[in-house]
């Protein structure tokens, strides 16, 4: 695990596109933390990362948007919404993402259900505005793909 400091809303973004070099299809990243902490930012960096040419938007009233112009396809899921797990189920979402990325924000909801080798990133507003992001994922690959993020 480990935790990095972004100061600025950029950072957040650039951070995401930082990560995106390290996603391989099948991956599921799991975003959690409170209303306006740089989820979605944290999401259009991962796109931008991944060659993704379209803007990304908060998928919270859709649920989830596909981005398929990048080297990789891109879901971003917004489970907010859900009431039960059973409804993120229902949804396919993983399965309809092996050859891509997932990436589902307020995923602290639905922890239970994600595939046990996910990454999970939680964001924290800091008392001077910035985020401090955290990367915590079981595989190893996640854990040295941290070590690379370090200041």
């Known amino acids: 695990m480990i935790s990095i400091r972004c100061p600025r809303a950029a950072d957040t973004a650039s951070l995401g ?9 099948g991956d599921v990243v799991a975003l959690c933390g409170p209303l306006g902490s740089g989820k979605t930012l944290f999401t259009g960096g991962v796109a931008s990362g991944l060659g993704v040419e379209e803007p990304v938007t908060s998928p ?3 649920l989830a948007r596909q981005y398929t112009s990048g080297f990789l396809p891109l879901t971003h899921a ?8 059973n409804e993120f189920e ?8 092996v050859d891509g990325v997932l ?3 307020w995923a ?3 922890e239970g259900t994600l595939p046990p080798d996910h990454l999970r990133i939680d964001f924290v507003i800091g008392d001077d505005d910035s985020r401090v ?8 690959r996640w854990r040295e793909m941290a070590m690379e993020f370090q200041v």
């Open 17 to 25: 596109a930082r990560l995106a070099a390290h996603l391989r299809p």
């Open 60 to 62: 919270s009233f859709i």
């Open 78 to 85: 917004d489970v907010y919404r859900l009431s039960t797990r």
């Open 90 to 97: 229902d949804l396919d979402l993983i399965d309809d993402a």
């Open 103 to 105: 990436v589902i924000e």
């Open 108 to 110: 602290d909801a639905i």
């Open 133 to 140: 992001v955290t990367l915590d994922g079981p595989p190893a």
